[in-house]
Structures are given as structure tokens and as C-alpha cells.
């Protein structure tokens, strides 16, 4: 959570000069109350994930949390494009949606105490829920100062509710496992992450605001197997490596064919 939180700083600080130069050359748009009320659900919801994916990264591998959460999240989010907002399915993306049950069952079943499922398995619907929210918001602005103020909202947020969590754990103390220290990031490495992180989410959000979710969720999982790879290869996450290998690359084809 620490290196998330100067990575959001930074990102912040990064994106915040070049966004008010573009403001001021294009006629200072306005900002519906609409849309800001869904950029800070939507923050609300990432701030949860994040919260979530590091319980879940606690508890389990990186090869097997990865696939769950990214896998689930664009299953979920084609259900809300389908159910909220009257998307539709062909079949190609009916059997898509078969082979991602199956690989984020194959990879679950990987881990000998299944700890990281179910944080997992909620990393995937809060990642569901901040797309789906982002789909209708994204659509009342312009892309660009809509993912600003999500970038600044969770900046903001993300020491508000460390220092709660951090309360809430003093509070708890001897009654629950207190978390290791994170070794301190530079503020190159910090750059670094935050530019990857929140730059690739601001073209998601340019995604919304050009195709229905059902497609653009899907597309964004892709690094799947990649990850996935990253973890039994580098990781030495070598236990059931060749399930957990083949339930990613059953994830990244149900993706492929919920994107046709």
C-alpha cells in the first residue's frame, strides 16, 4: 500500500501541470456534478481494490491471485454490461465466457489452502464495479479530465484511509498479524510505477469512452498469462505450475473471444 500510495502521489503530481495547460487551451470545459458523483464512486471502488488485491497478494501467489482477480473482473463486467446496460452477446463471446470459468477455477484449485480466493475473487468485483461506473461517467466528460480527478481523488484518499487502517490495526493489536514493512521506493521507482499504473487506467478510461464494456473490459486482461509466466518463472512459484499456467491461458483465450 505504501508503494501504491507515493505512485498515486507522483502520478498526481505528474499529470496535474500538463492537464491544466490543456484546460485553459480549450476553453476551461466544465465538469457536470454527474460525472464528478461517478469519478468519486469510482475512486471509492478503486481504493477498495487496492485494498483488496493487497490482502490478496498477502495471502497468496502472484501467479495465482493475478489470474482470479483479472479473470473474474471482466466476467463480472460483462454481466453489468448486460444486465445494466443492455449489451448484448454473440455466441463466440458466450463460449469466452465458458473458458474463463474454467480458467479462474483451474487456477483456484492450484493453491493448497485457497487463503487468496476469495480476496481474489472480491479484487475481481471491485475491479468489475469501478469499470462499469467509469463506462457511464467517462461519457458525461472528457476523458483526459475525467481520469485526472479520479488520479487526484484516489491520491487523496489512498493516506485518509491508511491512516485509518493503521488506527483500526493499533486498535486490534496483539489480536491479529501485523504486516511487514515495505522497504522504502524511490522516487524514480515511484514515477516509474505510477506512470505505468495510472497512465495505462487513463487509456481504459479513453476505451470507455469509445466502445461498450462488454468489449473493453475483456481487452485490458490480456496480460494474464504474462503475469502468470512472471510468477512461476522469476517468482519460483513452481507448485501446480502447470495448472496454474494453463488455467491463465484458458483466461486470456475466454477474453480473446468475449473482445470478437
Known amino acids: 500500500m505504501a508503494t501504491f500510495q507515493r505512485a498515486t502521489i507522483a502520478a498526481a503530481s505528474i499529470i496535474t501541470p500538463p492537464t491544466a495547460v490543456v484546460w485553459m487551451l480549450t476553453g476551461r470545459p ?27 497478494y498477502r495471502r497468496g501467489e502472484l501467479s495465482v491471485v493475478y489470474p482470479i482477480a483479472r479473470g473474474s473482473a471482466p466476467l463480472l463486467a460483462v454481466v453489468a454490461g448486460l444486465g445494466l446496460l443492455h449489451e448484448r452477446l454473440t ?20 493453491q493448497s489452502g485457497g487463503r487468496a480466493t476469495l480476496p481474489a475473487l472480491l479484487t475481481g468485483v471491485a475491479i468489475a464495479s469501478y469499470t462499469a461506473v467509469d463506462r457511464v461517467g467517462v461519457r458525461l466528460s472528457t476523458p483526459w479530465l475525467y481520469g485526472w480527478l479520479l488520479v487526484v481523488l484516489i491520491a487523496v ?12 490495526t493499533a486498535a486490534r493489536r496483539g489480536l491479529v498479524e501485523q504486516p511487514r514493512a515495505s522497504p522504502s521506493l524511490s522516487r524514480a521507482q515511484a514515477i516509474l510505477i505510477g506512470v505505468f499504473m495510472w497512465g495505462g487506467y487513463l487509456l481504459v478510461l479513453w476505451a470507455l469512452s469509445l466502445a461498450p464494456l462488454s468489449v473493453v473490459a475483456p481487452v485490458r486482461e490480456t496480460a494474464v498469462v504474462g503475469v502468470a509466466v512472471w510468477g512461476v518463472w522469476r517468482l519460483r512459484e513452481r ?11 484458458a483466461t486470456l483465450a475466454g477474453v480473446a473471444l468475449l473482445a470478437l
Open 30 to 56: 466544465g465538469f457536470l456534478p454527474a460525472a464528478a458523483g461517478w469519478c468519486a464512486l469510482s475512486a471509492a471502488f478503486e481504493l477498495t481494490y487496492l485494498w483488496l488485491l493487497a490482502a490478496a
Open 91 to 110: 455466441a463466440v463471446q458466450l463460449a469466452g465466457v465458458g473458458l474463463l470459468l474454467l480458467g479462474i477455477l483451474a487456477v483456484a484449485v492450484s
Open 157 to 168: 484518499g489512498l493516506p485518509v484511509s491508511t491512516w485509518v487502517a493503521a488506527h483500526l
Open 239 to 249: 507448485k501446480s505450475a502447470a495448472v496454474k499456467l494453463s488455467g491463465a491461458a
